[in-house]
């Protein structure tokens, strides 16, 4: 069986421990889209591993993660997180992990631009400054540096020489710059692209002999953080959603059979944009302090709300979500009334849709809470009956069952139904 694990709200609900989990029934675990300015947080014995680049399967034994030809790649993030994994005893070889030679490459000149551009916006994105969107835009302008390109030394020369040809008068006239160093560069990533090449890998060809194979696909971020259906122009530079996940690894044969959405008990987001259901004050530091929202790439503190099921039903929408996984319910213990938006107020003719959401209020149904301890809970029989309550309550508004249950950090913290 063949599944894609997506966000259903705008990142950081819980992917990496629910692919974490998946990963033991799978054999290939393949990122396809995103890059640096992305991490899954995954819990394992007494040890938290964070990952921005690396599949959270590379924790399971004997299985295999790709990067995906739709991930851009920061040479000495990828080359640090590969060495911290090893120094704490995580295999992490050519064997087991295999870089896309497609994927393409975040340069010193993508990261500064990342940066200027944000700086002198009216209206901020609340990019993470790691150059993610300007290497996309290099991509789509057909000047972008491939990791095909930069373990040969002859072609890597080339297109750095060319690209600093073109961006250097850029940061100099413009920014007030001094211009990047060719040679420095050049000597930079030669000494990176020696480290990686052995991880480089014709991935079209690996996946058309596995496909028989089962495979994991781990998109980053969430839905409304998409390129297209996301809170535009507050989203990243990729497509999150789940019909990316072929395109973003090559995996033409695939053949799809479960897309797991991956949704908060309630919600947050990181950086600029609508959010309707945002609470402030003092229950909005609760949930920020209680939930440990705080960025994994970043450690920006994340902006907290209740649960959005509007929103949520037009995620499963756009994924064709199968099923449900349902994170940090834990989270809720103690609180004594829950509201989940159901409708918006002050209405638009985009009511219902991923934009014009800045000019909506939400409409709540209150719920009771619950007043128990559920993160030793691990089956849905011993959960408190106000939180099954609550779950089938959002079972009924979206119309799809919520299959796994996460209701702490460890990794044994998951309910399965």
């Known amino acids: 069986m063949n599944s894609v694990v997506v966000g259903l709200q705008w990142g950081d609900e819980g992917k990496g421990k629910i692919i974490d989990y998946l990963a033991k029934d799978t054999d290939i675990i393949v990122r396809f889209q995103g890059g640096n300015n992305a991490g899954h ?27 995906g030809n739709g991930v851009v790649i920061d040479p000495k993030v990828l080359l640090s997180e590969i060495t911290g994994l090893k120094a704490k005893g995580i295999d992490v070889s ?13 340069m010193p000149y ?19 400054m790691r150059g993610i969107g300007p290497c996309y835009v290099d991509k789509f302008s057909r000047c972008g540096i491939r990791m095909a390109d930069l ?9 750095l020489r060319d690209n600093l040809k073109e961006k250097n008068p850029l940061f100099v006239k413009v920014y007030k710059r001094a211009p990047f160093s060719f040679k420095k560069i050049l000597d930079e990533y030669c000494y990176y692209a020696k480290l ?121 929408m756009v994924n064709s979500v199968t099923e449900i996984a349902l994170t940090k319910l834990d989270v809720l213990d103690g609180t004594e009334e829950i509201k989940v ?17 800045d000019e909506v209020k939400p409409f709540y149904k209150n719920l009771k809470g619950w007043n128990k301890d559920l993160s030793s809970v691990r089956n849905y029989a011993d959960l408190a009956p106000l939180a099954k309550k609550y779950i089938v309550f959002i079972e009924r508004f979206i119309r799809r069952k919520i299959s796994f249950i996460s209701v702490g950090e460890l990794r044994k913290a998951v309910i399965v139904r």
Not at 115 to 128: A, L, P
Not at 151 to 159: A, C, M, R, S, V
């Open 196 to 316: 990686l090449k052995p991880y480089c890998c014709d991935t079209i060809d690996f996946f058309y002999k596995n496909k028989r194979k089962r495979f994991l696909f781990e998109g980053a971020q969430g839905t409304f953080l998409d390129i297209d259906y996301g809170t535009y122009p507050f989203v990243t530079s990729s497509h999150t959603v789940s019909s990316n996940a072929i395109l973003g690894s090559g995996a033409a044969p695939i053949k799809i059979d479960r897309i797991i959405g991956v949704t908060k008990s309630y919600a947050t987001r990181v950086g600029e944009g609508p959010f309707p259901t945002e609470l402030k004050g003092k229950l909005g530091d609760y949930f920020r302090n209680r939930g440990r929202e705080f960025g994994a790439t970043t450690n920006r503190p994340r902006r907290c709300g209740w649960l959005d099921l509007v929103l949520l039903k037009r995620a499963v």
């Open 341 to 357: 938006c159901i409708d918006y107020k002050g209405e638009t003719k985009e009511r219902h849709s991923d934009y014009g959401l």
């Open 41 to 67: 947080t995954v819990v394992f014995g007494n040890r938290k591993f964070v990952f921005h680049v690396i599949p959270s399967g590379i924790l399971r034994k004997n299985k295999v993660c790709v990067i």
């Open 151 to 159: 373990i040969n030394p002859k072609k890597f020369t080339l297109k």
């Open 110 to 128: 993508h990261k500064l631009m990342d940066s200027f551009r944000e700086s002198r916006r009216i209206q901020k994105i609340g990019t993470t």
């Open 94 to 106: 050519p064997r087991n992990l295999k870089i896309s030679l497609l994927s393409h490459v975040i």
